[in-house]
């Protein structure tokens, strides 16, 4: 079983940035695909990133392709969500999500492919 607590989030001013942690319990981090999600007030949650479990492979929304990178340190069992350029629209709930998967991270991009979540943390950009 895995735990996940996502952490660093906050406001910040649109055009700003600010990155998002999510620290991860087990010894088995390193087996799992990781990703991350978001969900706005009224919407529905949705994919924001997804990195493989060696890290070899990368995949992002196309609304953040460009301004966040997701990575992760598994030595230290965390993954990171680095946001530039953030806009109102980036207002959301953000969790990290963690997949028993050996796929590519282009394979994803769907919520039910995920066995954990953690808490989630607040990002509030203002106009």
Known sequence: QVQLVESGGGLVQAGGSLRVSCAASGRTFSSYSMGWFRQAPGKEREFVAAISWRGGSTYYADSVKGRFTI???NAKNTVYLQMNSLKPEDTAVYYCAAAYSNKAATAL???????????????????
Request: cysteine-free; glycine content about 14%.
């Open 109 to 127: 991009g769907s919520d039910r492919q995920y066995d954990y979540w953690g808490q989630g943390t607040q990002v509030t950009v203002s106009s």
């Open 71 to 73: 990575s992760r340190d």
